[in-house]
T-cell receptor, first 113, second 108 residues
Framework: AQSVTQPDIHITVSEGASLELRCNYSYGATPYLFWYVQSPGQGLQLLLKYFSGDTLVQGIKGFEAEFKRSQSSFNLRKPSVHWSDAAEYFC???????????FGQGTRLTINP | VTQTPKFQVLKTGQSMTLQCAQDMNHEYMSWYRQDPGLGLRLIYFSYDVKMKEKGDIPEGYSVSREKKERFSLILESASTNQTSMYLCGSGRGQETQYFGPGTRLLVL
């Protein structure tokens, strides 16, 4: 069965520090991969997606993610975080294309001033 | 994507319909529930009017899609374990899925 694992439930980083959020997936075919962000009281916003091609994808708000097939990973990175990045981040794999999603458990990001 | 209501309190055994609407002419619509530590889990999925498919956790729920732009989630007899945040998504083909702001449901 398809699954997504986000090993870190909660991460705290200092403002200006670099960030990496981990995501591992289990899926038999070539995956469609997504990172969404949810700010407090808000809906989900797409940060970036990978369908095919270049394995390093750029997203909004300065985020990027790298697809590594050999490691079944799709980790999210940002070189310097801002206080406004505090939110919950969800990794997801698309089953039957991009419209049926299996989500990870989420990683809550706290930013220290 | 819009969802109504934003918040609802129900008593055990009551029925409730959560509404979702989109104005982007998307053929795909879906319902997820979000619980702490579990992420989002797919309840039902629809790929066309009157067409639906069960997701991972359909028990206790039903859905209705009479028009392309609307997808309703129905709780026939609410139970306390259905207390959750419900998110509706919509999309087209291989494009991005968009999500509504959610409906927070509390069943007492």
């Amino acid at each position: 069965a398809q699954s997504v694992t986000q090993p870190d439930i909660h991460i705290t980083v200092s403002e200006g520090a670099s960030l990496e959020l981990r995501c591992n997936y289990s899926y038999g075919a070539t995956p469609y991969l997504f990172w969404y962000v949810q700010s407090p009281g808000q809906g989900l916003q797409l940060l970036l997606k990978y369908f095919s091609g270049d394995t390093l994808v750029q997203g909004i708000k300065g985020f990027e993610a790298e697809f590594k097939r050999s490691q079944s990973s799709f980790n999210l990175r940002k070189p310097s975080v801002h206080w406004s990045d505090a939110a919950e981040y969800f990794c997801a794999v698309g089953v039957q294309g991009a419209q049926k999603l299996v989500f990870g458990q989420g990683t809550r990001l706290t930013i220290n001033p | 994507v819009t969802q109504t209501p934003k918040f609802q309190v129900l008593k055990t055994g009551q029925s409730m319909t959560l509404q979702c609407a989109q104005d982007m002419n998307h053929e795909y619509m879906s319902w997820y529930r979000q619980d702490p530590g579990l992420g989002l889990r797919l309840i039902y999925f629809s790929y066309d009017v009157k067409m639906k498919e069960k997701g991972d956790i359909p028990e206790g729920y039903s859905v209705s899609r009479e028009k392309k732009e609307r997808f309703s989630l129905i709780l026939e007899s609410a139970s306390t374990n259905q207390t959750s945040m419900y998110l509706c998504g919509s999309g087209r083909g291989q494009e991005t899925q968009y999500f509504g702001p959610g409906t927070r449901l509390l069943v007492l």
